[in-house]
């Protein structure tokens, strides 16, 4: 069955960057039409997308946050990595990834989240 | 980018009862149109795609419909396990935009 896991630190500082790891199961990136995404929630608020990785390795940002982010993949490892850059309080949130089966389709599987706290 | 617009913000239902919930793009999304339902400490689950085509194992109780800049989630029947948070999301235009939701709570 499809799994995605999220990883990272659940704490960092103003200023420092934030490296998360989805891991994935399940689906193989290399299938055509095949995407993962990253997608954010501050606590009580609404989702928000972040970045989008398919499977011929083109990449979508949310354009207000695209000068901070950078999405990867290691399609051997069913790896997905985010890293976003110059982190902010406003940027503490619960990080979600997820699967999408083709570039025209929402994200059906999605990990269980982690939450990001960025404080001094 | 696309503003989704959903309401009401809250819905006070009681069980068994019919709930409606809206949503609203600032422009046409055609059918690119899908509906979440959140738990407290859940990832969304989806629910509907393509604006009315149910989920795998979502329950027939759920049913979307519209198309363009207007659409509706109706869930027939409410059960104790359908009062949630529930979300619209385009997927018609990167990026994909999610509404504020709308919480489905018990009256």
């Known amino acids: 069955q499809v799994t995605l896991r999220e990883s990272g630190p659940a704490l960092v500082k103003p200023t420092q960057t934030l490296t998360l790891t989805c891991t994935f199961s399940g689906f193989s990136l290399s299938t055509s039409g095949m995407c993962v995404g990253w997608i954010r929630q501050p606590p009580g608020k609404a989702l928000e997308w972040l970045a989008r990785?398919?499977?011929?390795?083109?990449?979508f940002y949310s354009s207000s946050l695209k000068t901070r982010l950078t999405i990867s993949k290691d399609t051997s490892k069913n790896q997905v990595v985010l890293t976003m850059t110059n982190m902010d309080p406003v940027d503490t949130a619960t990080y979600y990834c997820?699967?999408?089966?083709?570039?025209?389709?929402?994200?059906?599987?999605w990990g269980q989240g982690t939450l990001v706290t960025v404080s001094s | 980018e696309i503003v989704m617009t959903q309401s009401p913000a809250t819905l006070s239902v009681s069980p068994g009862e019919r709930a409606t919930l809206s949503c609203r793009a600032s422009q046409s999304v055609s059918s690119n149109l899908a509906w979440y339902q959140q738990k407290p400490g859940q990832a969304p689950r989806l629910l509907i795609s393509?604006?009315?085509t149910r989920a795998t194992d979502i329950p027939a109780r759920f049913s979307g419909s519209g198309s363009g800049t207007e659409f509706t989630l109706t869930i027939s029947s409410l059960q104790s396990e359908d009062f949630a948070v529930y979300y619209c999301q385009q997927y018609n235009y990167w990026p994909p935009t999610f509404g504020q939701g709308t919480k489905v709570e018990i009256k």
């Open positions: 997820a699967r999408m089966r083709r570039v025209t389709a929402p994200p059906d599987f």
């Open positions: 393509g604006a009315s």
């Open positions: 990785i398919d499977w011929d390795d083109d990449k």
